[in-house]
């Protein structure tokens, strides 16, 4: 599976962005897709999931703030941030699993694609 991820960039506090994931070489038809976001002074941290069966999944630091969706052929992946803060600067990774929903420890997945940055700035 390749996932090409893009969409990042600046904004100012309480600025909006949509990153979007384009997936594609799936062997199978079913499977769970996700956000993962990483700096290096917090680590790993699972934003959201959704899952085959359409049934999503937050951070509880990210509720209210996020919305994550997908195109009606499951190619492409989205994840609509609002009122953006610098605690959320990061690398925004998608990720996928097969199966129903994304049910790996965030260290865990083996699918990843080559991130993209978010900046927000005061």
């Known amino acids: 599976v390749k996932l090409v991820e893009s969409g990042g960039g600046s904004v100012q506090s309480g600025g909006s962005l949509r990153l979007s994931c384009a997936a594609s070489?799936?062997?199978?038809?079913?499977?769970?897709m996700g956000w993962i976001r990483q700096t290096p002074e917090k680590g790993r941290e699972e934003v959201a999931t959704?899952?085959?069966?359409?049934?999503?999944t937050y951070a509880d630091s990210v509720k209210g703030q996020c919305t994550i969706s997908q195109d009606n052929a499951r190619r492409t992946l989205f994840q609509k941030m609002n009122d953006l803060k610098p605690e959320d600067e990061a690398m925004y990774y998608c990720?996928?699993?097969?199966?129903?929903?994304?049910?790996?420890?965030?260290?865990?997945?083996?699918?990843w694609g080559q991130g993209t940055q978010v900046n927000a700035s005061e």
């Open positions: 990720i996928t699993e097969y199966g129903t929903w994304c049910t790996r420890w965030v260290d865990e997945y083996d699918c």
């Open positions: 959704l899952a085959d069966d359409g049934s999503t």
């Open positions: 070489g799936f062997a199978h038809s079913k499977y769970c």
